[in-house]
């Protein structure tokens, strides 16, 4: 059997020989040997055993060599060496402060922990995570002993630096350190003595309710001033004053206290399209808030009352980040319908109407990127399904279409046809020009 124990001293004296190094450092490359112990007690406690290890040595006439082992020991500051060099009446080498850590572990950690302290207070959290900007300098000294040395058993600083900070943090706070989706991720850079506190987004899912034509889904920048403002827009830097993503997001940004809310709907409609039934649902990501539990029952009240008539809010739940592509995936496959009110350029009869309704139903539509849209939306044909077709005249020249199809179907274009950029269309199959008065979406399954 190895002698293991004298194989441990054996490298600490190895690695005093190199460096000066603090008890934390010592004890830092034997942090995987022994359990529940701090890396301060591995050091001290190697700096200890040393000491008695030269008492032997002096003892049994190997002075020299017990000599040499105290002065390493002394060089780092560690009193029982010191003490025992001035009984023997031998002056000391001068202390030089660890070559490792330079103090940070115990001075800078303090000072950077407190800082921290103070900016989580004005946080709602339950958990957290620390991690650390260390100088590199640092990190290059540690990791070149270890391999000078071949010591096996080593965590790095960071590491001791994020579990001591952590175990602070816990210990003040009463919160818990995690590593699993914290709320918190605290970084104490030791370049310039600061603290980062950056909170994990929230998400909100619900369903909205858009009750009157002329709001945009989402905020439209004033195409002339590019946001900035200009006697155009009134100053505001927006063509339309609200939309339904500012009368979504803006309340529960505020409820929150974030820095900004992004929103996800499932699909979008026109500006002069409203949303009826249950509503299309939609995600509201809030970046870096500082609350994290608010009643969503009341917050939609508040919502509900600000946005009075214009947009209606419902069913607001917490969610994670996987809603939004779950959003975005069913919005271009999931059914959704429509009524429309559409006028002909002639009279339409009413048996042809109800060829029409027997025609679409169940149809697969061709249909290109509507020229109206091309602007922003990439050319590209798709094929879309209607499954159904309900048609209630108004008027000679005028009826009402319900229309259920699968999602990502243009109605507006597979009433008029886009110049027969989508077919079949309403205007095509009844060989009159149609233009939709009116649209509501009144369904988006999920
Ligand atoms: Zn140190
Ligand atoms: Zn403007």
């Not at 060599?65 to 060099?85: C, D, M, N, Y």
């Not at 063509?239 to 803006?250: N, R």
């Not at 009341?298 to 779950?326: A, F, H, K």
């Not at 507006?412 to 027969?420: H, I």
């Amino acid at each position: 059997m190895e002698n293991l124990s004298g194989i441990i001293l054996a490298k600490s004296i190895e690695l005093l020989e190199k460096a000066s190094l603090c008890d934390r450092c010592l004890g830092r490359f034997f942090a995987r040997l022994g359990f529940s112990l701090t890396n301060k007690v591995r050091g001290e406690s190697l700096k200890t055993l040393l000491c008695m290890k030269s008492s032997i040595l002096i003892e049994r006439g190997a002075e020299e060599e017990g000599l040499r082992i105290l002065s390493l020991l002394a060089r780092t500051g560690f009193k029982p060496a010191v003490e025992h060099l001035a009984k023997l009446g031998i002056e000391p080498p001068t202390i030089t402060p660890c070559e490792v850590c330079r103090g940070i572990l115990d001075n800078e950690l303090r000072v950077l922990v407190d800082k921290a302290l103070e900016m989580l207070s004005s946080y709602e959290y339950t958990t957290f995570l620390v991690g650390c900007k260390v100088p590199g300098a640092i990190v290059e000294k540690e990791d070149s002993l270890r391999s000078l040395v071949g010591v096996e058993w080593s965590e790095s600083i960071k590491r001791e630096i994020n579990r001591e900070a952590g175990t602070i943090i816990a210990s003040k706070t009463g919160k818990n350190a995690s590593f699993q989706n914290p709320d918190l991720l605290v970084v104490l850079n030791f370049h310039d003595m600061s603290v980062d506190v950056k909170s994990s987004p929230i998400f909100i899912y619900g369903r909205y309710r858009k009750l009157v034509r002329g709001i945009p889904q989402s905020k439209w920048i004033c195409p002339k001033c590019r946001g900035l403002g200009c006697e155009e827009c009134g100053g505001s830097g927006k063509k339309y004053p609200t939309s339904v993503e500012e009368l979504v997001t803006e309340p529960i940004l505020q409820a929150f206290r974030g820095v900004k809310a992004k929103f996800h709907g499932a699909g979008r409609e026109d500006i002069d399209v409203r949303v009826l039934g249950p509503g299309r649902p939609f995600v509201v990501e809030v970046v870096e808030p500082r609350v994290r539990s608010v009643d969503l029952e009341e917050l939609q009240e508040v919502m509900n009352d600000r946005s009075r008539g214009l947009v209606e809010v419902e069913g607001l739940t917490y969610t994670d980040r996987s809603m939004i592509g779950l959003l975005k995936l069913s919005a271009k496959v999931k059914e959704k319908t429509y009524y429309a009110v559409v006028k002909a350029s002639s009279p339409v009869p009413l048996d042809k109407l109800k060829e029409l309704e027997a025609f679409f139903s169940g149809t697969t539509i061709r249909q290109r990127t509507p020229i109206r849209v091309l602007h922003r939306r990439a050319d590209k044909l798709r094929l879309k399904k209607v499954y159904e077709v309900k048609v209630e005249p108004l008027d000679s020249d005028k009826f009402k279409a319900l229309i259920r199809c699968q999602g990502g179907l243009y109605i507006k274009e597979l009433v008029n046809g886009d110049n027969g950029r989508t077919t079949p269309s309403f205007q095509e199959y009844l060989g009159v020009d149609l233009q939709v008065l009116e649209l509501d979406v009144i369904d988006v399954q999920e």
